[in-house]
């Protein structure tokens, strides 16, 4: 059942994005962006959490889990430090990612010539 | 009159999308990104024996690496502007645009070229992320109190 869910929540704001990029003069950069505030946006009221307890690997792949990423690590850190740990624990979640994104592209573009 | 003249010339050769179509494609394979997302934490979680929630960052990181290295090789751009939204919204849209960026800038060096540019396109994500996940972190923290 959770691969289901996790096809049509994934898919569902795949299409979402697919809509606005067509119909407007939004660029993909926009619609990234516009989706990362939505993810954090809707973890305000626990949404977020809710849609990663029924979709699974579908809530956490879309660029949304990104945002949702961000304010939750630093809600952890705010819970015992105030508003100090809003900015310490930000990074706490995402940073596997970023510095990933970072390492791989770095070294990978040593290795490969760009192709047009 | 002229004004006009040239817009009727574009709108007429401009390609027409077919819209419907695109966003059937954006959404098989957006969904079938949430499908191995699930399948590769669970896979992680049972290899592992780790629990779900820090399967889903091993997830994410095989995800950046598999964009990162099928950009390299040349034919992600094409599946890009086949798919659009539907491998521009999952976490390997990020890995694209900063891999593409890191291999378009390294020619014009290491600092200014390499350096200076590879977060050109990644960059709004980071920084929007992070001014709407302070606002709304206050909002949530004056509101709720933090985790609950």
Known sequence: MIYINAFLFSGLICLLGEIILDNTKLTPGHITTIFVITGSFLDIFNIYDYFVKIAGGGALVPITSFGHLLIHGALDKACDLGFMGLMMGMFDLTSTGIVAAIIFSFFLSFLFKPQN | MEKNKYKDLVTKHTPKENRLLNAFIAFGIGGMLGVIGELLRTFYAYILDIPKQDAGVFMTTTLIFIGC???CFGFFDKWVNFARCGLIIPITGFAHSMQSAALDYR??????????NMLKLAGSVIIYGIISAYIFGIVRFLIFGGNV
């Open chain 2, 107 to 116: 020619r014009e060096g290491f600092v200014t070229g390499l350096g200076s």
């Open chain 2, 69 to 71: 290295l099928l950009t």
